[in-house]
């Protein structure tokens, strides 16, 4: 069955680093075009980034672009989510997304 598991989510100040990790299984990982997902209390679940089978074509959210990288290791079956110069506002559950399926989530934090 189809798993993604997240990980790397923590508690940094603003202006610092975080790379999240997506393992995935279950499914031919290489073929498919996957995404990052963030969800904020109280919000709604918004898109964050997404990158194609071949990781040739990647596209952001306007709040993360220039900030954000996603990238992926298909020989791994891995997908990242480099994330700099972080803010506040950043501040949410990430959660890695093919088609229907989701991961757990791994929650990131940015605070003083």
């Known amino acids: 069955q189809v798993q993604l598991v997240e990980s790397g989510g923590g508690l940094v100040q603003p202006g610092e680093s975080l790379r999240l990790s997506c393992a995935a299984s279950?499914?031919?990982?290489?073929?498919?075009?996957m995404r990052w997902f963030r969800q904020a209390p109280g919000k709604v679940r918004e898109w964050v980034a997404g990158?194609?089978?071949?990781?040739?074509?990647?596209n952001y959210a306007d709040s993360v672009k220039d900030r954000f990288t996603i990238s992926r290791d298909n020989a791994k079956n891995t997908v990242y989510l480099q994330m700099n110069s972080l803010k506040p506002e950043d501040t949410a559950v990430y959660y890695c997304?093919?088609?229907?399926?989701w991961g757990p989530g791994t929650q990131v934090t940015i605070s003083s």
């Open positions: 279950g499914f031919a990982f290489s073929m498919f075009t």
């Open positions: 990158i194609t089978s071949t990781g040739g074509t990647t």
């Open positions: 997304n093919h088609g229907n399926y």
